[in-house]
């Protein structure tokens, strides 16, 4: 008998609906966060439900008390061989880490689950793809390497601007297959999706959205091209009665538009070309960018010359929001927001937590907490967005990514680092040779908010009156050395902040 098993008859995948698991026995792998939500969905519908995780159960209680008591059978630890929660299934259901592409799948597993993938009998589907498949809302699909959290944020509230109820989901906050019993037609989905997600999916969205596409998580992909290649599946899919939209300034984004069959729609930061979007005397505006057929189709409305919002409303800092608000902005004329709409919802963005978030300011000092800049060119856009004095937190597990680059503009942009976590030596050393002058390490990240806040106070001293010193952490670097995730980071961060000026307050 294969791994999946003879006796029980697949899923067709292809003729997937609400009431299809009843009764049918799946295996879901992985009991992170969207495990939880795909063992929650399969037993919620009447799924016979098998859950696999190499984590021993000790260390997965919380995830094990979000199942909230379902009738679940649980597979966890490295004792339990993986082939046993493969055997006699109709469908296997993945978390977006598992997968027998990428070496950082369990070796057993990713052997195992090679085994039945290449059978080709049973359905292999990830939670993003389920979801893509059993959706009957239009959906908005935002990858890049840099700037799609914004982005998607920013594009569910211009798209709540509209008469439909908007759901944001995905890659960020909570997976959205529980979601599904409640979504209709009428409904606006929004979803975030990484180069985790992108491989594993069968269909696409009805809006493709690409910001700034560079590399990143090479220790998975191994290679640039094979990163991009990843990152091009949402293009290659997108709905041809939709829309593909790409940032003009990116050469690797607009390469993207000889790829599926959906119209294209450019946004760049200076005159907009035909039926695109862009920024001209200081406003956003476009040139003639035709609605979806859902909402309507024909041109777009817009103010006299194209215009939606002046760029002085936008509240995010750094040329690279700009690109971000553009691709929202897009989405918004796309489904027929009003510009009036789409001007108080940017101009009313707060911006995402970890991403440029302002944690406070003390007395000429601001910190802002950017945990999740992971990637070299993130840092570097984030340490445009502020001027010296600056000081930089970062560090954390390598990616494989090359810092050079980023190292160089350090040497201009900030005025010391301070390295935290495992790579703080290599990262160092990179930073060294790019001839930066004053660089730290730091036991801790607490003891690394000190010490940059310590650098900063002295650096503004020097500097003229009514200037401002900026400590962030920016790591350019997983967190799992430290963290649990770039949130967890996040958060500690914000902490030993308000710890800090809470003790300094209190001397």
């Not at 201009?412 to 301070?418: I, K, L, Q, W």
């Amino acid at each position: 008998m294969s791994a999946a098993g003879s006796m029980v008859e697949p899923l067709d995948a292809a003729a997937l609906t609400l009431d299809a698991f009843r009764d049918r026995p799946v295996a879901v792998l992985g009991l992170a966060r969207s495990g939880i939500a795909l063992a929650r969905f399969l037993a919620d519908r009447g799924a016979r439900v098998t859950v696999y995780d190499v984590r021993p159960a000790a260390d997965l209680g919380e995830a094990i008390a979000a199942l909230g008591g379902r009738d679940v059978r649980l597979l966890l630890g490295p004792e339990q061989d993986p082939v046993a929660a493969l055997r006699d299934e109709a469908m296997i259901a993945t978390s977006p880490s598992v997968s027998s592409r990428y070496p950082t799948t369990e070796p057993r597993l990713r052997a195992a689950l090679g085994a039945v993938e290449a059978e080709g009998r049973v359905p292999v589907i990830s939670e993003s793809d389920l979801f893509l498949r059993l959706c009957p809302a239009p959906t908005v699909g935002i990858t890049g390497t840099k700037g799609k959290t914004t982005t998607a944020s920013l594009s569910a509230a211009i798209l709540a601007a509209g008469a439909a109820p908007v759901v944001l989901g995905g890659n960020i906050g909570a997976p959205l297959v529980e979601r599904l019993p409640d979504l209709t037609r009428h409904h606006r989905v929004v979803l975030e999706l990484s180069d985790l997600q992108l491989p594993t999916l069968s269909r696409g969205t009805t809006v493709a959205v690409y910001t700034h596409v560079t590399q990143d998580h090479l220790d998975r992909h191994g290679s640039v091209h094979a990163y991009r290649a990843a990152k091009r599946r949402l293009a290659e899919l997108v709905d041809p009665e939709g829309a593909l939209v790409l940032d003009a300034e990116d050469p690797v984004s607009a390469a993207y538009a000889g790829l599926g069959t959906a119209p294209v729609t450019l946004y760049r930061r200076d005159m907009p070309l035909p039926g695109g979007v862009g920024v001209v005397g200081g406003w956003i505006v476009a040139a003639g960018v035709q609605r979806l057929a859902l909402a309507g189709g024909g041109p777009a409305a817009t103010g006299p010359g194209g215009r939606v919002m002046p760029l002085e409303e936008v509240p995010l800092p750094g040329e690279h929001n700009v690109s971000n608000v553009l691709a929202a902005v897009t989405v918004g004329l796309l489904f027929g927001i009003a510009p009036d709409g789409i001007r108080r919802a940017v101009a009313a963005f707060e911006g995402v937590e970890h991403r440029l978030e302002l944690v406070a300011e003390e007395n000429g000092v601001r910190y802002v907490n950017d945990s999740q800049g992971t990637q070299p060119d993130a840092v570097i856009a984030a340490l445009r967005s502020y001027p010296v004095p600056l000081v930089l937190i970062a560090g954390g597990r390598a990616k494989g990514v090359p810092i050079d680059e980023l190292a160089r503009v350090a040497v201009r942009r900030a005025s010391a680092v301070v390295f935290i976590g495992e790579s703080a030596p290599e990262f160092a050393a990179t930073f060294a040779a790019a001839g930066h002058a004053h660089l730290e390490r730091a036991p801790s990240l607490e003891a690394a908010v000190e010490r940059a806040d310590a650098i900063a106070r002295s650096e503004l001293a020097s500097a003229p009156v009514g200037s401002t010193a900026t400590v962030m952490l920016s790591p350019a670097a997983a967190s799992f050395d430290m963290f649990t995730d770039y949130a967890a980071r996040g958060r500690a961060f914000k902490a030993a902040v308000h710890a800090l000026i809470a003790a300094r307050s209190r001397s």
